[in-house]
T-cell receptor, first 116, second 110 residues
Framework: GAVVSQHPSWVICKSGTSVKIECRSL??????MFWYRQFPKQSLMLMAT?????????EQGVEKDKFLINHASLTLSTLTVTSAHPEDSSFYIC????????????FGQGTRLTVV | KNEVEQSPQNLTAQEGEFITINCSYS?????LHWLQQHPGGGIVSLFM???GKKKHGRLIATINIQEKHSSLHITASHPRDSAVYIC????????????FGKGTKLTVNP
């Protein structure tokens, strides 16, 4: 099946610093990528939707200036957590699709972010 | 907006047992996803189905569109099947955005 590679798989950073997470589709062109966040024992929650070459669409309650999303090509989207705080510590995961609602979603391995 | 309910929340089984996990949703959909999340967090897409039944190895997924219900079955369960199983559906008709169930944590003991 199609592969989505997410990097890094885990990261520890100090409060106030920024962290960039990459999501790459390795063998298909991802017209749309989604970024999710999962707190312990909670379900995955959509943060934003990104389409190549356009601004990301953020879900209600997600600060677009804090979570910067760039989808510069059909195979790469990045999520940058700016001025990270301990409450941003979470599991971040991306998914990519190649088209319509009938297209299977492929998930990255996820990134465990710990802000100390 | 679609709402997803999964049951049970937790399930413990002995190796070899037949497993059933249920998912109900509130708004009609085009397709439903079953996902598997391992302890490390990584997610694997198991099935995407819009009608009837799909089978892959020991996994079987069924969906009843009229009743807005889907089931995931595991035959001859094995300890390596231990994971969290999540169903996901579009937030609303025609949307690519998914809303996820809270997951069913399956533990299969040898």
């Amino acid at each position: 099946g199609a592969v989505v590679s997410q990097h890094p798989s885990w990261v520890i950073c100090k409060s106030g610093t920024s962290v960039k997470i990459e999501c790459r589709s390795l063998d298909f062109q991802a017209t749309t990528m989604f970024w999710y966040r999962q707190f312990p024992k909670q379900s995955l929650m959509l943060m934003a939707t990104s389409n190549e070459g356009s601004k990301a669409t953020y879900e209600q309650g997600v600060e677009k200036d804090k979570f910067l999303i760039n989808h510069a090509s059909l195979t790469l989207s990045t999520l940058t957590v700016t001025s990270a705080h301990p409450e941003d510590s979470s599991f971040y995961i991306c998914s990519a699709t190649a088209g319509t609602e009938y297209t299977e979603a492929f998930f990255g391995q996820g990134t465990r972010l710990t802000v100390v | 907006k679609n709402e997803v309910e999964q049951s049970p929340q937790n399930l413990t089984a002995q190796e070899g047992e037949f497993i059933t996990i249920n998912c109900s949703y509130s708004v009609g959909i085009s397709a439903l996803h079953w996902l598997q999340q391992h302890p490390g967090g990584g997610i694997v897409s198991l099935f995407m189905l819009s009608s009837g039944k799909k089978k892959h190895g020991r996994l079987i997924a069924t969906i009843n569109i009229q009743e807005k219900h889907s089931s995931l079955h595991i035959t001859a369960s094995h300890p390596r099947d231990s994971a969290v199983y999540i169903c996901a559906v579009p937030t609303q008709g025609g949307s690519e955005k998914l809303v996820f169930g809270k997951g069913t944590k399956l533990t299969v003991n040898p």
